[in-house]
């Protein structure tokens, strides 16, 4: 099982910037080999599941939802165990709750384990 705390998150305005940022722990740590996994970005909208929006492999390999490519950059610091997401020209579709998770590798971005408490992202003039 790993924990994830997400944070970052913050009301701005169309067109503006934020980082998120998702801290790793618990003892899935314990296996070297398992210290840095392919982590997701995911979003979730009131009354919805929770979509997702970026990826980024243990080698530092990343994907992209269409709705944010060119606009979100994911990366991670190995040393410390975090993951992020730089969002840019956030647009009012953009808002959600924002989540990281561990992802089944090969298939659809599913998330492996329970959620963290999210960051709230709300984009609006």
């Known amino acids: 099982q790993v924990h994830y705390v997400e944070s970052g998150g913050g009301l701005v305005e169309p067109g503006e910037s934020l980082r998120l940022s998702c801290i790793l722990s618990g003892s899935f740590f314990d296996n070297p080999a398992q210290r840095n996994p392919a982590i997701g970005w995911y979003r979730q909208t009131p009354g919805k599941q929770h979509e997702w929006v970026a990826a980024i492999t243990r080698r530092g390999t990343t994907d992209y939802a269409e709705s944010v490519r060119d606009r979100f950059t994911a990366s991670r610091d190995f040393a410390q165990h975090t993951v992020f997401l730089q969002m840019n020209s956030l647009k009012p579709e953009d808002t959600g709750t924002y989540y990281c998770?561990?992802?089944?590798?090969?298939?659809?971005?599913?998330?492996?384990?329970?959620w963290g408490q999210g960051t709230q992202v709300t984009v609006s003039s």
């Open positions: 998770n561990r992802y089944f590798v090969g298939g659809d971005y599913r998330p492996v384990d329970s």
